[in-house]
């Protein structure tokens, strides 16, 4: 697949608390900037992939509600859903429908309405022989604590991500929580699940980001420098990794596994990617998932942190749209928030939050918790 | 993508209540089923697709539940959602990750569990502004009353539709309703939506079902005579016929469409066809099903049913597993299911209810409903 699929057009929108836009708005709205980007119309689609984790009330309104919104007139649109890594493998499956040779451009989507789902909120997470406290912010920091207490891991460098990702998603006028915190506020903020603050994660959010992509030897009628597709990877590993006996708790080997496949594709080593766009679902997980991609040892991501190395100037910006952290997490649209993120670092259109000079990016995305993980590698055409 | 994609293993469930078999365990059963059947180790499978309609509470357990008891270790599983027509897109992108040369061998499963959802049972469809009776016999019923005021098709042509593929289930050891009907039985069944009668209405089913699928230039490794898929195409159309002010309640748009992409792929007209697993969720689906995949024009449906042109022995056989309405309807299950039917068939394995020699097999979903099909070509390699 590698070098055979390009990104000729993204669009996002302002993620945040949406009650005025419907899920389909939402989506049209991504689309629509997606469209206008790649110069093209929507009658040139010829397949979709839309990302949605919770499609409302049972799995009602997904694939079958967007036909006439987007334009797209008797085309297949699928659904794909993966937990947290929806985005992105949605993401992928177009890639791969267009290296099939079947269809020449194809539009993904991502998006997620979760601040209007009523009494239902989020569902539980993990097996269903955990009671209580399985809820996203409990079982990562079940993992956090054993990282803790192996590594000496302090409360203090968890906040610096979370100051990090602020600072950089105050840039993004996109973000949804586009402020700066400072490391006291962090550390001050009220206790979710021990050792996470309010800071230390991610908020709930409503949004959509799209993606226009097609065959690479077509791109250069719509682009003058295209991004291309270097390597895509997906995982899933130990149906939850908390049930596995030897799950050490320190890090998911499902962002391991996807990330060699994705590098093996690419034909790059981990070392090669210039910047990253990391699954900060809380501070820890971002310090984990840094080690889990290869760009340092087990047990090193919190010193690449305290040094400044994954700030926007540094060796290695993580994050440099804000991340999950500031940027929002709408379970489906993430991923595909992700790549556009690339798309415009890779361009050099980023602005103020630009890294100097990418030719390579990743996007990662876990979910499950842990169980599941998808990452794409970007580069410049 | 014609003749770029073998089915090598095919695997199914016995469909009915399964209260004995929980989700994981019916997959299993699949899989296993098509392993031993292409004669292959887990190990040699490099990804998986997985279509299931509702996951259980939430989007609960579904792609990541799974790795462990498939032996799919750290490999790619994605799930796939598209209505009714989830079991046959999950097939077709399973094709499509095989045709982009990422993978040699991909498994495809479809799995449902609706027998034991609680109080919840499947969730209301169409669009929301819809209130009481949006249920899908509700729905299909508003069509098939205006298709019988406009063609004058009687409520004794819908029961020979179920009487047709009660006999064909009846000779099926893994049919749901293992029972033959007679005309009278239907006819006097308790009407659940006018002109639906309980015979007219497939039931409420558990199952799951699995194919292996594999580059067509490895399959003679694996099978001297392995299927190979011709043609798939998918459609989204209208998001609710339903609201579409041109819809005309007498067939859906999203089938034609999607045969029509089908056919094309393969290079083939609808009289090329020699057999069809077609979505018989209801006795008039089946009859306005055939008219818009093209074996005969609009209202002429059940003039082929009262011929017995769809029977076994005739000249087109249509659902000689049983179909949805003998064979039952687990969602996501049943388009997988009708693959393995349609590769039975072509293999001349299909014992008392074998269709003479056929060289070209078509299975088809709709859901929606009617939003979206997806249709799939297999034929002789």
Known sequence: MKDRVAVIGIGCTKFGDRFERSYEELICDAAFEAYDDAGIDPAQIEAAYLGTYL??????????????????????????????????????????AIAAGTYDMVLVLGAEKLKDRGGRGIPR??????????????????????????????????????????????LNPKAHLRM??????????????????????????????????????LAKRFRKAPVLVKGAGLAVTS???????????????????????????????PSDIDFAEVHDCFTWTEISNIEDLGFCPKGEGGRLEEEGQTALDGRLP?????????????????????????????????????VKDPELGLAHNVGGPGAVSCVVVLGRG
């Open 318 to 354: 993580i994050n440099p749209s804000g991340g999950l952290k500031s940027f929002g997490h709408p379970i489906g649209a993430s991923g595909v928030r992700m790549i556009t993120e690339c798309v415009v670092q890779l361009r050099g259109e980023a602005g103020k939050r630009q």
């Open 55 to 96: 499609p409302g009330s049972g799995g009602g309104k997904a694939a079958v509600s967007l036909a006439d919104a987007l334009r797209l007139y008797d085309r297949p649109i699928t659904r794909v859903e993966n937990y947290c890594a929806t985005g992105t493998d949605a993401f992928r499956n177009g890639c791969l």
């Open 239 to 269: 149906g939850r990794p908390y049930f596995d006996p030897t799950f050490d708790y320190l890090g998911f080997r499902s962002t391991q596994a996807a990330a060699q496949q994705a590098y093996a594709m690419a034909g790059i080593a």
């Open 180 to 217: 700066e915190v400072t490391e006291e506020q962090v550390l001050k903020a009220p206790i979710i699940a021990w050792p996470f603050g309010l800071f230390d994660c991610c908020p709930t959010t409503d949004g959509a980001a799209a993606a226009i992509i097609c065959r690479a030897d």
């Open 125 to 170: 997470l993990g097996h269903p022989l955990l009671a209580r406290g399985n809820t996203a912010p409990g079982l990562f920091a079940l993992a956090a604590n054993r990282y803790i207490h192996t590594f000496g891991l302090r409360r203090e460098t968890l906040a610096k991500v979370a100051v990090k990702n602020h600072r950089n998603g105050a």
